[in-house]
């Protein structure tokens, strides 16, 4: 098996003396579909913020490619290698084309063909010289996962990126990643709330609670025997706590 592409070990994050994540060992490994599931307040979000060092673990170490980093010291090159979509999709102001366009010209390449096959691949070319701020919820959210997209990074991290979205826009978003990850390699990992949205794009499913990781494995493993009664529980739609 491939070296990770993450490796966490003994990390806890605190919010004023409040600890939200405590892991103590995950990896993410290279082309796989990585969906963090639990119910709101488990710290999947804040994991990935970690995973993007957006923010620096309290305590434990993060390594990405074999390499640690802390205290937000991440070289631009590995900041570039990781792109995050969240909930809420932050467009700048400008047409459709000019936000795919975006992370492109911050890295000097302007006019890349790239932009006119990923407005396509998303299904926005007919847009692209839409202003973004008139576009709907769903469609929105398309033009920040092209944004991400590309740049072509190694990783792909999404925060809720369906959450009260119409099913025709959910499908849209779900194959797009689906396609990425197969065809580009692309590693993805998902926090969702929707554990049948994990069923279908994942390859392995992690169930965290109150910061910590319950249960991890392969997907089929995760849904018909898994070893925690509390993901039992949660794969049947249970309260859980």
Do not use: W
């Amino acid at each position: 098996m491939a070296d990770p592409l993450f490796s966490i070990e003994g990390v806890r994050k605190s919010y004023h003396g409040r600890d939200v994540v405590e892991l103590e060992h995950l990896e993410v490994h290279p082309g796989e579909v990585l969906a963090l599931v639990g119910p709101s307040g488990s710290g999947k979000s804040t994991l990935l913020r970690l995973l993007n060092f957006i923010e620096s673990p309290t305590t434990g170490t993060i390594t990405y490619r074999g390499c640690s980093y802390r205290d937000h010291r991440v070289p631009i090159a590995v900041r570039r290698e990781i792109t995050t979509v969240f909930q809420r999709p932050a467009l700048i102001r400008g047409s459709v084309r000019r936000n795919v366009a975006y992370g492109l010209r911050l890295r000097g390449r302007r006019d890349d063909p790239r932009v006119e096959q990923m407005l396509k691949h998303v299904g926005l070319d007919a847009l692209a010289k839409t202003q973004a701020q008139r576009l709907s919820g769903g469609e929105m959210q398309r033009v920040a996962l092209a944004r991400a997209l590309v740049v072509q990074p190694a990783a792909l991290l999404l925060d809720e990126p369906t959450a009260n979205l119409d099913p025709y826009n959910v499908a849209l978003i779900e194959d797009i990643v689906r396609r990425e990850n197969r065809e580009s390699g692309t590693t993805v990992v998902l926090v969702t709330h929707n554990v049948f949205q994990a069923k279908r794009l994942a390859t392995r499913i992690g169930l965290m609670l109150s910061g910590r990781l319950i249960e991890i494995g392969s997907t089929m493993q995760f849904f018909e025997s898994p070893v925690d009664s509390r993901t039992a529980a949660f794969v049947r739609g249970e309260m859980i706590c």
